[in-house]
Every structure is written in C-alpha cells, then in structure tokens.
C-alpha cells in the first residue's frame, strides 16, 4: 500500500508511526533520519530502526508502509543534502508552540540518529563541529517557549539547524554521492 505523498505530512507520519506503534515524533524520527544521513548512512529503514532499537509492533503492512516512508524520505533528504539544498522539517501544522516543540524532537532525534552511527566518536572534532554540535545540542535540552508573536525567532532557530546539518553533512560524509 504506497501512502505516497499523503505521509510527506506531519499527520501523515504521525499515521505511520502509530500504525507501526513507535514511540517516538515524526520529527525525532525525520530528526533521525537526517542524522543517519549526515554520517553516510545507506538509508535502509531497518538499519534505523534496528540502530535506533524501534520495533513495529503491529503487522508487516504497518511495517512496510514505516519502511517506505522512511526510505522515501531519506531519498528525498539525501538528494536535498548533497545538492547543497536547505533540508525540509516534519513539523506540525498549528499553533507555534507546536511547531517549537516539534523543532526541539527533531534536534533531539537528529543528534540521536548521528550520534549512533560511530562518527562522533572519531577524531577529535574541530572547533566548528563542536560549536555546531553544542548550538545543536542546546536546542535539543531546550523548551522553545513561543507564543503566536515568535515566528520569526522559530524561524531563526531553524535556520540555524538547516545551516548546522548542511555542515555537519559536508564534514561526515563529503563527496558521497545519493
């Protein structure tokens, strides 16, 4: 069954991730992925899943669509990153504090997916990977506290972690082509 471009939302995956039964956000997994991504990950659904200890706990069709989804996406993600595009959010519709929150899992979920790869534990990392990393990290441990009024300050943030992955992703996984 291909969801297609219906999963592209943040409903959409939060549909295939309660159909699987995952425990986590659609943007700590888009997160997730984008962090995989970064360090030269395959893009394989299981690898992630495996990797990340998430299991679907509901049938093989919730499970296929998971896995599509996830491969779709990582496709998408891939060819932005290396085309030096700004990467797309999984971010809700709605209320700003919404959408905060959500900015908030997908740097919890994007240093989670890098940092199970192995790269951060190579060599020392310059100066700039770790500002990058602790501008990153502190997002992550934050509550973007926003009210309607604070859009263009999300958007700041924001695009402080397009330009943070867009680095990092020149840094991990230089000269990989999709």
């Known amino acids: 069954m291909n969801q297609g471009m219906a999963t592209d939302t943040y409903a959409g995956w939060g549909a295939a991730i309660t159909q699987a039964e995952l ?3 659609p943007a700590e997994l888009h997160g997730s992925i984008t962090g995989f991504l970064c360090a030269g990950w395959s ?7 495996d ?3 998430l299991e679907s706990g509901a049938g093989s069709i919730a499970g296929e669509n998971l896995n599509g989804l996830i491969e779709r996406a990582a496709a998408k993600i891939n ?11 999984v971010l809700p519709e709605g209320p700003l504090a919404a959408r905060a929150d959500a900015a908030v899992d997908w740097c919890r979920g994007f240093l ?5 790869t192995g790269v951060l534990a190579g060599p020392a990392q310059t100066t700039e990977v770790a500002e990058l990393l602790s501008g990153l990290g502190q997002i992550a ?3 973007l506290a926003c009210d309607d009024d604070d859009g263009a300050a999300l958007d700041d943030v924001l695009d402080f972690i397009r330009g943070a992955v867009a680095r990092l992703y020149t840094v991990f996984a230089p ?3 999709p």
Do not use: D
Request: hydrophobic share 40%; no cysteine; glycine share 14%.
């Open 79 to 89: 060819n932005r990153l290396y085309a030096q595009e700004s990467i797309e959010f």
């Open 141 to 143: 441990a934050s509550h």
């Open 112 to 116: 989670g997916g890098l940092g199970l």
């Open 43 to 49: 893009g394989r659904a299981h690898e992630l899943l």
């Open 51 to 53: 990797s990340l200890a």
């Open 175 to 177: 000269a990989r082509r």
């Open 23 to 25: 425990g986590v956000t």
